[in-house]
């Protein structure tokens, strides 16, 4: 009688760990090869030169660093990774603060209402986003409900002595309303990972904390929080990485004074048209989001490693 042979669980890992490694080779890897590529090269009209030539049996190395001695040298780039790394920290810490208690609320809901609240937290995605944003543009022109009961309330004089607006009643086009924006859009980015951690939380741990005497705000700060902490980070990390090469929310909400990296690439491409220029800048912004993000992996492994 013939017998059927599975495959082997070596094959089998191996293909599952073979998928998304080809995909990240495939649409992460070799596209920055290419961005980095140009970023190297020099424009002749609109064709790039080859970095690697073969000449008289040698071959020749042309590459360029005039774009990256530039990025050095005008403080404008630099102002402007300060300026984008700012608000998308900023951003991020207030979509923490809002997110959490929403999170944590939903998480302790009743079983009946959690999927409820979390179609209220997904709503959002339901609409474009770029009609959401310019609905804020409506909402915060002079005449807008939002900034007439911002004015009203006097919060606009608060906002101006923390600097996010330069005048009294003017909201828009500010810091104040680039961020507003940036943490409307990506708050729900921040609810829904900690929602998946809070949802898994082994409730008995609370109750073994206030068996030992701990109050609920010390069960919460001691018990809670570092248990959410994969939560937390995870959204942490899908807020602050797309707010800091962010481009539609700072051109429809933000001013002259919120310059970010996603309007200087759009004007190195399209406006100036200098490519090498502007692949120098996107090279640059994902090494000022993988490097850190690298080196924290790094400290986890071995943090987790270390542990007993």
């Given at each position: 009688m013939a017998t059927m042979r599975l495959p082997s669980s070596r094959g089998g890992r191996l293909a599952v760990i073979a998928v998304p490694f080809a995909f990240l080779i495939a649409f992460f890897l070799v596209p920055f090869l290419i961005v980095?590529?140009?970023s190297l090269s020099e424009m002749d009209g609109t064709v790039f030169k080859d970095i690697l030539s073969w000449n008289g049996g040698a071959i020749t190395v042309n590459i360029n660093l005039h774009s990256y001695a530039f990025l050095a040298e005008d403080a404008l780039y630099l102002k402007t990774y300060l300026a984008s790394l700012k608000y998308a920290l900023v951003t991020t810490v207030l979509c923490l603060g809002?997110?959490?208690?929403?999170?944590?609320?939903?998480?302790?809901?009743?079983?009946?209402?959690?999927p409820a609240l979390l179609m209220l937290v997904m709503l959002p995605f339901w609409t474009s986003f770029l009609l959401r944003v310019y609905a804020w543009r409506?909402?915060?022109?002079?005449?807008?409900?939002?900034?007439?009961?911002?004015?009203?309330?006097?919060?606009?004089?608060?906002?101006?002595?923390l600097g996010f607006i330069?005048?009294?009643?003017?909201?828009?086009?500010?810091?104040?309303?680039?961020?507003?924006?940036?943490?409307?859009?990506?708050?729900?980015f921040m609810i829904l990972p900690l929602y998946g951690n809070l949802s898994k939380m082994?409730?008995?741990?609370?109750?073994?904390?206030?068996?030992?005497?701990?109050?609920?705000?010390?069960?919460?700060?001691?018990?809670?929080?570092p248990m959410s902490k994969a939560g937390i980070i995870a959204g942490s990390m899908l807020v602050f990485i797309p707010c800091v090469?962010?481009?539609?929310?700072p051109e429809l909400l933000g001013g002259p004074e919120t310059l970010m990296i996603g309007r200087v690439l759009w004007d190195e491409f399209f406006a100036n048209n200098d490519w090498p220029m502007a692949s120098s800048?996107?090279?640059?912004?994902?090494?000022?989001?993988?490097?850190?993000?690298?080196?924290?992996?790094?400290?986890?492994?071995?943090?987790?490693?270390?542990?007993?």
């Open positions: 980095g590529k140009i809002i997110g959490y208690p929403f999170a944590y609320f939903m998480a302790r809901a009743r079983a009946t209402a959690q409506g909402l915060l022109t002079e005449g807008g409900w939002a900034a007439e009961l911002i004015n009203g309330l006097g919060l606009d004089q608060v906002l101006l002595a330069a005048s009294p009643g003017q909201l828009m086009l500010t810091p104040f309303s680039l961020v507003l924006g940036m943490t409307y859009t990506y708050l729900p082994d409730l008995r741990l609370l109750e073994a904390a206030a068996d030992l005497g701990a109050t609920p705000w010390v069960a919460f700060w001691r018990v809670t929080v090469g962010e481009y539609v929310i800048v996107a090279v640059v912004m994902v090494l000022l989001i993988i490097v850190p993000l690298a080196i924290f992996n790094k400290y986890q492994a071995e943090s987790q490693e270390a542990r007993p």
